[in-house]
């Protein structure tokens, strides 16, 4: 059993801010791998079902970003499982745009929905790390991540979320670098690559 948990804040009106990728992404995986629907569980929005033969839950907690490692520790405790059975997917402001990464521990680079998560369940899970780019100054960060994706940035965006969804098994049987390899060169292919010029 795996927790899956993408990261975002609810609501209509969050709903294409930067900061729910993690969201998007985890919409896309229950799309590419018929799982759902998603039902009110753990402070959140759960769904269950099966990729490469393993049992997930995906988990969008409606706690808001801060409070992010309420309903990922109430889904942890729920199954008797570890924070290594947790795969965390949210937004990197450290990353340049599409450009994805996984680790497993580490710092959370100021990253609230990290930092909570943390509290409640240890350090010790994974993370599928989105890049959306850094507003080049500290002060803008919070309206940064709160502002929706410019319309020029939905190509990147959808093949991102996709990309990640597509390639999930990998993730799953804990092949990160070939996850992370798949992923890149998705993105490459679809020419949002090193190369490409993102708005």
Known sequence: MLVI???????????????????????????????????????????????????VILL?????????????????????????ALIVIHDE??????????????????HNGLRSITAHVGNDYKRVRLGIGHPGDKTLVYNFVLSDFAKAETGWV??????????APLLVEGEDASFQNRTHLAIEAAG???????P
């Open 60 to 84: 969008k907690p409606q706690t808001f970003m801060n409070e992010s490692g309420r309903s990922v520790g109430e889904a942890l405790r729920f199954h008797k499982v570890d924070a290594g």
């Open 158 to 167: 959808e093949t991102v979320c996709q990309a990640v969804a597509d390639a």
């Open 192 to 198: 949002f690559g090193d190369k490409a010029v993102l």
């Open 5 to 55: 948990a993408g990261l975002g804040n609810p609501g209509q009106r969050h709903q294409r801010n930067r900061h729910n990728i993690g969201f998007m992404t985890l919409e896309a995986i229950a799309g590419a791998h018929r799982i759902g629907p998603f039902r009110a569980r753990f402070s959140g929005l759960a769904a269950e079902g099966v990729i490469a033969s393993k049992r």
């Open 93 to 110: 402001l450290d990353l340049a745009p599409a450009k994805v990464r996984v680790k497993t521990g580490g710092g959370n680079a100021g």
